[in-house]
């Protein structure tokens, strides 16, 4: 056996780290748990193996353009990228859907740099695909316009915006003048659109503020991602909050985020609902940052006029570039990036022996390459994610897992009742 005990505050944590079997105890560990470990934990190995090694393309984050009207200090994409300013043509965009639909790709999500700075564009991509895939955006909302906001809503198309504090000077220090009150203009514009999303970055600038940001959106919108802060770039790794910090200050916006919940105003922290999926429910998780290997490359890749790369914090690294022409060619794209799919965390120090790594995943590999120029390093966030699985087990516990995930969207698998 391979079971590993956690002790979390006033209870237990038995927890197999191979593949996420689990149970929490407080004194004894009932004998049955342990005879269907024993039974189930083959069948469970093979199943995480699997979901960790398969390539199964769904979803392609579209660059269309590498300009950007903004100059946040921590973009991952290079400024001489940005400056440069590249953009696909019309037609190769074309032969770039085409292809798309025959790797059998669902999901087609309008990445940054800006991509409203080529709206025309994309709305007439989701004129003309929008029966064959579905679409996303992730905007600065700079561009929007509330005529966008009625079209992008009629075509059911999943929205992000950029919103990084309830202090006007803050925000528009870290987004550009003005975008605290864009922000606010198109959260009405957006009311009751259940495809619209907030991403918040945190940094040293806001990582004290987390949970007011949870008040301030409960009631206008019920997803919100908060990232902490990627050092792909010098500027992401200045502003990187000490990672006890930042999981402090991420834990009461979850507890703020479950209090409203709770009390009429749903508001669910996506990664905090991707920590707790990796726990109740590893082989649905929906964001694949927490896997490893990641699902760069494996789930998901990213284009940009320069070329190919397994996802958007990837940009600006050469050795993980491939030319656009491997879109022509199906079966190559699912065997590149063969480099970022050795990352496992079974070979990085300190990951090895950790309970939590298939939890956690240590996450992000472009983060660490372009810091330690090696794939095989841990997280600078380790800490960070060790507090927060921690209160994942915690919320589990008292019983507050509904608060957080819709638990009628589970399908129950195994069950097991103490007699």
Known sequence: MVLQN????????????????????????????????????????????????????????????????????????????????????????????????????KNVVFHGAEPLLSKDKIFEIVENFGNELGFGIQTNAFLLTEEDSDFLKEKRINVGISFDSTSENVEDFLRGKGHYRKVNEVLEWFSGYRGFHVITTITSYNVNELDKIIDYLAGKVELILMNPVRGTSLGG??????????AEGFIKAVERAIWHTKNGKRITI????????????????????????????????????????????????????????????????????????GRRVECIDDCRECAFRNICGSPCPAEVYAEKGSLIQKSPYCDFYKKVIEHAFKVIRRGDLGSVLRLERLRKVYEIFET
């Open 6 to 105: 956690i002790k979390i505050e006033d209870f237990n944590v038995l927890l197999d780290p191979e593949n996420n079997f689990w149970t929490i105890y407080d004194h004894e560990i009932p004998d049955r748990i342990i005879e269907t470990y024993r039974r189930l934990k083959n069948e469970l190995d093979a199943k995480m193996e699997k979901y960790r090694s398969e390539v199964d393309f769904n979803t392609v984050y579209l660059n269309i353009t590498e300009r950007c009207n903004a100059n946040c200090p921590y973009c991952y994409i290079p400024h001489e990228i940005r400056r440069r300013g590249k953009e696909i043509d019309v037609d190769l965009l074309s032969d770039i859907l085409n292809s798309l639909a025959e790797l059998g790709i």
């Open 237 to 246: 790794r200045n502003l990187r909050p000490d990672p006890n910090v930042c």
């Open 270 to 341: 996506g990664d905090f609902a991707n920590v707790l999926l990796g726990i109740v429910s590893p082989y649905s998780r929906v964001l694949q940052c927490d896997i490893s290997p990641c699902g760069g490359g494996r789930r998901f890749f990213a284009i940009t006029p320069e070329g190919v790369f397994p996802c958007s914090e990837f940009i600006g690294l050469e050795d993980f570039r491939q030319p656009l022409s491997i879109l022509k060619d199906p079966e190559k794209i699912k065997t590149s990036f063969a480099n970022l799919k």
